[in-house]
T-cell receptor, first 116, second 112 residues
Framework: AQTVTQSQPEMSVQEAETVTLSCTYD???????LFWYKQPPSRQMILVIR??????QNATENRFSVNFQKAAKSFSLKISDSQLGDAAMYFC?????????????FGEGTQLTVNP | DSGVTQTPKHLITATGQRVTLRCSPR?????VYWYQQSLDQGLQFLIQ???????AKGNILERFSAQQFPDLHSELNLSSLELGDSALYFC???????????FGQGTRLTVV
């Protein structure tokens, strides 16, 4: 079974600084998807960024980027120029590639605090 | 707005009762997923339906059941409720071959 581990229950960062959230996963599949979701106090699940395992290039979305190390099964999220609105719980998630879709397996989450 | 609608947003009920949570997926999405988010268990996958048929089952209790109707909306039925069933229940939908599944805003269930 696939597992996702986030070893940092809490992280904090100063506004305008950079922070990196860690995630490792375990799978025997060769092709899959990885995601970072943000859950603010509203509890809505918001997709931040996604990575397809067969793509070697790291995904980037504005201030958010990932460091995808397939061999090490590591998928970290870097947030640059942190803003107060980035404060939230962040979940790393894994998904197998299937034509009918497949479940997301989530990590435990990292609570990010942004200090003004 | 993700396009996935969940009702009700909040639900308070007593132990032993039965409730039904409803999910309307995005237009054209064939897959519906149910997840439970509780404080001590994190985000757990419950069940997936694809075009009306059960496709995958996760950590869903026998007291819980779900179905997907011909119009593709889905319902999650929770019966003989216990205090520990208090959680946020999310529905997500996708077309199947999509990379991404889109989440509804969740139903907050409180069992008292």
């Amino acid at each position: 079974a696939q597992t996702v581990t986030q070893s940092q229950p809490e992280m904090s960062v100063q506004e305008a600084e950079t922070v990196t959230l860690s995630c490792t996963y375990d799978t025997s599949e060769s092709d899959y998807y990885l995601f970072w979701y943000k859950q603010p106090p509203s509890r809505q699940m918001i997709l931040v960024i996604r990575q397809e395992a067969y793509k070697q290039q790291n995904a980037t979305e504005n201030r958010f980027s990932v460091n995808f190390q397939k061999a090490a099964k590591s998928f970290s999220l870097k947030i640059s120029d942190s803003q107060l609105g980035d404060a939230a719980m962040y979940f790393c998630a894994y998904r197998r590639k299937e034509t009918s879709g497949s479940r997301l397996t989530f990590g435990e989450g990292t609570q990010l605090t942004v200090n003004p | 707005d993700s396009g996935v609608t969940q009702t009700p947003k909040h639900l308070i009920t007593a132990t032993g009762q039965r409730v039904t949570l409803r999910c309307s997926p995005r237009s054209g999405d064939l897959s519906v997923y149910w997840y439970q988010q509780s404080l001590d268990q994190g985000l757990q996958f419950l069940i997936q339906y694809y075009n009306g048929e059960e496709r995958a089952k996760g950590n869903i209790l026998e007291r819980f059941s779900a179905q997907q109707f011909p119009d593709l909306h889905s319902e999650l039925n929770l019966s003989s409720l216990e205090l520990g069933d208090s959680a946020l229940y999310f529905c997500a939908s996708g077309k199947g071959g999509d990379v991404e599944a889109f989440f509804g805003q969740g139903t907050r269930l409180t069992v008292v």
